[in-house]
């Protein structure tokens, strides 16, 4: 009898000893220390006590895609329709160019004498398919548009504000291009013509978003504005000259016009 009670009672310290063991393994178990899959050392998605979590790495980002020509176009299927034109790089050179505050819209003023042979080669391509082009004789990219400040921004934020969250921010942005864009719709039966080129800018797509910010804030309704989802960024180079029938005049959004890869017309080469 008293050699069973001794057995009892060793078994009773060996079950309070393990136990204790097991909860001193658990608790010394960092709750991030918890494998996502099946790796070595790791049971039941547990690290063994002492044992570090496998190694992680975080990505490197992309290089911007910015001063030249843009990665993964997506170009329509009948691309290119014109012959390949040059660009020269000068376009990229904006930063020491002074923002332009403007009474209904935004931009991102360039470097026009860059732009300027690009202008004149389209105008004489268009002339051979008998199309007179006109120009404003500048050279900007379109960060907001008139008819996005005058139909929605406008009654809860004012043009000097949108200035002022714009001019720290414009000159620098940074660009890359993707075509020559071609954008048409008929008017009083003769077909509006405008030609531009089609770029890409998260740093532009960041301002509008600061702006949306604003206007939200201010008590406008966020579905009337989106800062980046339909935000087409372009430079105008030239539209069809005036004639009896027909006022030329760029064209946006509100005409149901995209200028973004579904416009693209012809290549452009970087010089």
Same mark, same amino acid.
């Given at each position: 009898?008293?050699? +069973? ?15 204790? &063991? +097991? ?26 006590? #002492?044992?570090?979590?496998?190694? =992680? =790495? ?6 911007? &895609?910015?001063?030249?020509?843009? *990665?993964?176009? +997506? ?13 020269? /790089? #000068? ?10 505050? /403007? ?7 360039? *470097? ?45 934020? +004012?043009? &000097? ?41 998260? *740093? ?13 804030? %201010? ?21 069809? %000259? ?5 006022? %030329?005049? &760029? ?7 995209? /200028?973004? *890869? ?10």
């Amino acid at each position: 009898m008293e050699r +069973s009670a001794i057995i009892a009672a060793l078994l009773t310290l060996l079950c309070v000893c393990a136990a204790e &063991d +097991s909860q001193e393994n658990l608790s010394s178990v960092n709750p991030l220390q918890v494998a996502t899959g099946v790796a070595s050392g790791v049971v039941n998605g547990l690290l063994h006590k #002492g044992q570090t979590p496998p190694a =992680t =790495t975080t990505p490197t980002p992309a290089p911007y &895609d910015a001063d030249k020509i843009c *990665d993964n176009i +997506s170009f329509p299927p009948t691309f290119p329709l014109g012959p390949v034109f040059n660009l020269s /790089k #000068g376009i990229f050179t904006s930063s020491n160019i002074a923002f332009q505050p /403007k009474t209904t819209y935004v931009q991102q003023t360039l *470097d026009y004498t860059s732009v300027q042979p690009l202008y004149n080669a389209v105008a004489a391509y268009a002339a051979t398919k008998g199309l007179t082009l006109a120009n404003r004789g500048e050279a900007h990219i379109t960060v907001l548009t008139p008819p996005e400040y005058l139909n929605v921004l406008q009654p809860f934020i +004012s043009i &000097d504000q949108i200035n002022a969250i714009a001019a720290p921010l414009v000159q620098n942005a940074r660009f890359c291009v993707l075509c020559l864009g071609r954008d048409t719709l008929p008017i009083n039966g003769t077909l509006n013509t405008v030609f531009n080129v089609v770029v890409r800018s998260p *740093d532009l797509a960041a301002v509008r978003s600061k702006i949306f910010d604003a206007y939200v804030k %201010a008590g406008g309704d966020g579905s009337r504005f989106s800062a980046t989802n339909i935000f087409s960024p372009h430079v105008t180079l030239g539209f069809r %000259a005036t004639n009896p029938s027909f006022v %030329a005049t &760029d064209l946006f959004v509100e005409n149901g016009i995209y /200028k973004w *890869d579904n416009s693209c017309f012809a290549p452009l080469n970087l010089v």
